[in-house]
């Protein structure tokens, strides 16, 4: 369940930052951004809220990296949440926020070092090596460009 209501706040925080807040800057209502952003800020408090608490119930290193690292929305949601807070003129929160991605990635990256799979045959073991590597570098260009 508190999966479903993290990814239901992002979505939520999606969908004021980038159509509502778009939609206001094409059209030059400052007001209704502001409210777009509001709405984007009151959805991503408790969707990173969330996110803390699937932290402390996953016990193990391979459910702690599937958590974290489960899809773009996810891993952008600190930085955007950053931007959302920055126009919203609150530059402590926003940095706030930016800290507290960087410390989930910072936990992201250990938890998938971490993982050791004993027993495993030396092919499985450097496909293992090989294929985190490659998550690593793709987590690394996707983490690059973050368009607002």
Same mark, same amino acid.
Request: with cysteine; aromatic share 8%.
């Given at each position: @369940?508190?999966?479903?209501?993290?990814?239901?706040?992002?979505?939520?925080? $999606?969908?004021?930052? &980038?159509?509502?807040? &778009?939609?206001?800057? !094409?059209?030059?209502?400052?007001?209704?951004?502001?409210?777009?952003?509001?709405?984007?800020? %009151?959805?991503?408090?408790?969707?990173?809220?969330?996110?803390?608490?699937? =932290?402390?119930? #996953? /016990?193990?290193?391979? /459910? +702690?990296?599937?958590?974290? =690292?489960?899809?773009?929305?996810?891993?952008? @949601?600190?930085? !955007?949440?950053?931007?959302?807070? $920055?126009?919203?003129?609150?530059? +402590? #929160?926003?940095?706030?926020?930016?800290?507290? =991605?960087?410390?989930?990635?910072?936990?992201?990256?250990?938890?998938?070092?971490?993982?050791?799979?004993?027993?495993?045959?030396?092919?499985?073991?450097? %496909?293992?090596?090989?294929?985190?590597?490659? $998550?690593?570098?793709? !987590?690394?260009? /996707?983490?690059?460009?973050?368009?607002?």
């Amino acid at each position: @369940m508190e999966c479903q209501f993290r990814a239901t706040q992002v979505n939520l925080a $999606w969908l004021a930052f &980038d159509a509502l807040a &778009d939609e206001a800057e !094409r059209v030059g209502d400052a007001a209704a951004r502001l409210r777009a952003y509001t709405l984007a800020d %009151a959805a991503y408090q408790p969707a990173r809220a969330a996110q803390v608490e699937l =932290g402390w119930l #996953e /016990g193990d290193e391979q /459910g +702690k990296a599937q958590l974290l =690292g489960q899809h773009q929305a996810l891993r952008e @949601m600190y930085a !955007r949440h950053a931007y959302v807070l $920055w126009q919203l003129g609150n530059l +402590k #929160e926003a940095i706030r926020a930016l800290d507290a =991605g960087r410390a989930q990635a910072l936990a992201e990256s250990q938890t998938l070092r971490s993982v050791s799979l004993p027993g495993l045959s030396p092919e499985d073991a450097a %496909a293992f090596a090989a294929a985190r590597t490659a $998550w690593e570098q793709a !987590r690394a260009q /996707g983490d690059l460009p973050l368009s607002p």
